[in-house]
């Protein structure tokens, strides 16, 4: 009976096999002296396509892409000269066939013959790695068949049924005209709102036709076009707006603009859903060579909010600003709330 066997006491941590544990692990290990391997296991060998004979003694710098160079070897020397004990981080590795290996490094500094020495411990995170690569591409891709299926149903909703509509309103403004004679008061008070009904209605569709695909956005520019719906949201939320600086620069891609403005839509749809906020503040301004955007609400902030899972609004913001070349930042406002902050570096003008 398992129960009734002597149990040994605990083992010291000295008497802990960790040789065994070291070479059988499924993480790499690994020791660098003097910026060399002087130690690897077999899974850090395999990791680089080596076995562990021929990858014992090679250079740090020669074993990542050149890109990684220089932060690896700064990380190095921050460890060696004792400014850190240990760094946690991902970097890439070229492997003996030429692939690059996605790792994730945790070492610290050790003594190692008495002199300075990394001792770490890695993983291989490159099919993790591939895989966010394969989901942005398809969030991409989503987005940009989302948005060329928009300005098709917008051209719809704005050239078919708002020329629809515009005709039967001319039709009925007729009625209405032909029904002025006496002994026609009813029928002429019905075509009379018929034609109030008809004018709301293409109203209706022509700002569904502008959120689907912002018609403002080509003739006014994304100062005005970002102001306009900014104030069209606050007057539909019961939201007081604060709107400032709006001069965008000339000559912006209109895939940019239309990014930022989709950026912008996403977070306004936010702050009706989530915030409770009684204000919303835009603030565009180009300052040193960029492009900066603030949008700030009064509301509860994102910390109080309840959490949906499996929401992909804050996602698809932060691809957009990612594949217009910008920085985004959202989270809480200084002074309460929630504050978006993108930031776009703009190309010098030419001389
Ligand atoms: N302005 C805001 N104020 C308060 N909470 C917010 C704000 N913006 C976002 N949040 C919080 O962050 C969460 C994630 O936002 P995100 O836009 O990704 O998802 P969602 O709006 O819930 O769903 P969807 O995928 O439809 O956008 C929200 O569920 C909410 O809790
Ligand atoms: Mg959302």
Redesign the pocket.
């Known amino acids: 009976m398992i129960s009734g066997t002597t149990r040994d006491p605990p083992l010291a941590f000295d008497d802990v096999p960790f040789r065994a544990i070291a070479e059988q692990s499924l993480a790499g290990f690994y020791v660098v002296l003097d910026e060399r391997f002087v130690y690897a296991n077999d899974t850090f060998a395999a990791m680089f396509g080596y076995g562990r004979a021929e990858f014992i003694g090679r250079h740090i710098a020669g074993c990542v892409t050149p890109d990684s160079v220089d932060e690896v070897m700064h990380n190095y020397r921050r460890r060696i000269s004792g400014e850190v004990q240990a760094i946690h981080y991902a970097t890439k590795g070229v492997r003996k066939d030429g692939e690059i290996v996605h790792l994730d490094l945790h070492a610290s500094r050790v003594e190692c013959r008495g002199r300075p020495a990394l001792a770490g411990v890695a993983l291989d995170i490159t099919e993790r790695v591939q895989a966010q690569a394969a989901l942005r591409r398809l969030a991409k891709h989503i987005d940009s068949a989302r948005e060329v299926e928009r300005a098709r149903l917008a051209r719809e909703v704005h050239d078919v049924l708002g020329g629809m509509l515009s005709s039967a309103k001319f039709d009925v403004s007729r009625i209405v005209r032909r029904t002025s004679a006496p002994g026609l008061e009813a029928l002429h008070a019905i075509a009379g709102s018929l034609v109030e009904l008809m004018q709301e209605t293409i109203e209706t569709a022509r700002s569904i036709s502008d959120e689907l695909r912002p018609a403002s956005l080509d003739p006014l520019g994304l100062g005005p076009a970002l102001t306009q719906a900014v104030e069209h949201f606050g007057a539909r939320h019961g939201l007081a707006v604060a709107v400032s600086g709006t001069g965008a620069p000339e000559g912006l891609p209109p895939a940019t603009s239309m990014q930022i403005f989709r950026i912008v839509q996403?977070?306004l749809?936010?702050?009706a859903?989530?915030?409770q906020?009684s204000k919303v503040e835009l603030k565009l301004a180009t300052r040193e060579g960029a492009l900066m955007l603030r949008l700030a609400?009064n509301?509860?902030?994102?910390d109080?909010?309840?959490?949906?899972a499996?929401?992909?609004?804050?996602?698809s913001m932060a691809e957009r600003a990612r594949d217009i070349g910008a920085t985004l930042k959202?989270g809480p406002g200084g002074t309460g709330?929630?504050e978006l902050l993108l930031r776009l570096p703009l190309a010098a003008p030419a001389a």
């Open positions: 996403e977070a749809t936010n702050v859903r989530h915030a906020a609400d509301g509860r902030g994102m109080a909010a309840p959490r949906r499996g929401s992909i609004g804050l996602f959202i709330g929630t």
